[in-house]
T-cell receptor
Framework: EAQVTQNPRYLITVTGKKLTVTCSQN?????MSWYRQDPGLGLRQIYY???????DKGDVPEGYKVSRKEKRNFPLILESPSPNQTSLYFC???????????FGSGTRLTVV | GQQVMQIPQYQHVQEGEDFTTYCNSS?????IQWYKQRPGGHPVFLIQ?????EVKKQKRLTFQFGEAKKNSSLHITATQTTDVGTYFC???????????FGGGTRVLVKP
């Protein structure tokens, strides 16, 4: 079954404690991206990757890091989380950047 | 930078009635996509429009891309409770690969 798997689904952490949200896809998609969703602000892109070892900043990259060492995985890293990073995060993948995306189920992160 | 605005932000619809949600871009788009997000769920891709003036239908949903490729609309006929959710448009700039999402229209259906 084609899917995009995000882990964890829910996470409560404390300010400054490094964390990683994982995203894995089994569709051999080249394009992967991270979004955060906040009430009234829609979906804002954090980082995206056009292919392995190719990553670029989206609209709100500050405080986040990503890596794309292999095609199927695109982890989102928060080196020193802060409360303003409390949000709902979605990983999205696509055959390429120019087609519709498949979203993961989301990770609800709370930073206290 | 590119901005994509959706109106209305909220839409209360009586079951069985029609409604339309609109999407407007500050720049010319190469294509536009529509997604639906059910409450508590994740966005699900519905459709992509590419050509100026293009109209596509999916059962009770009609999607339209404006002639100037700066706006789009989603019209739903005979609304059902299964239509509840937030509908997002996402516009891709004519130059580059950037996809910008609108703020969404949250649809609530009154039985």
């Amino acid at each position: 079954e084609a899917q995009v798997t995000q882990n964890p689904r829910y996470l409560i952490t404390v300010t400054g404690k490094k964390l990683t949200v994982t995203c894995s896809q089994n569709m051999n998609h080249e394009y992967m991206s991270w979004y955060r969703q906040d009430p009234g602000l829609g979906l804002r892109q954090i980082y995206y990757s056009m292919n392995v070892e190719v990553t670029d900043k989206g609209d709100v990259p500050e405080g986040y890091k990503v890596s794309r060492k292999e095609k199927r995985n695109f982890p989102l890293i928060l080196e020193s989380p802060s409360p303003n990073q409390t949000s709902l995060y979605f990983c999205a993948t696509g055959v390429s950047a120019n087609y519709g995306y498949t979203f993961g189920s989301g990770t609800r992160l709370t930073v206290v | 930078g590119q901005q994509v605005m959706q109106i209305p932000q909220y839409q209360h619809v009586q079951e069985g009635e029609d409604f339309t949600t609109y999407c407007n871009s500050s720049t010319t788009l190469s294509n536009i996509q529509w997604y639906k997000q059910r409450p508590g769920g994740h966005p699900v891709f519905l459709i992509q429009l590419v050509k100026s003036g293009e109209v596509k239908k999916q059962k009770r949903l009609t999607f339209q891309f404006g002639e100037a490729k700066k706006n789009s609309s989603l019209h739903i006929t005979a609304t059902q409770t299964t239509d509840v959710g937030t509908y997002f448009c996402a516009g891709r700039a004519a130059a580059g690969n950037k996809l910008t999402f609108g703020g969404g229209t949250r649809v609530l259906v009154k039985p």
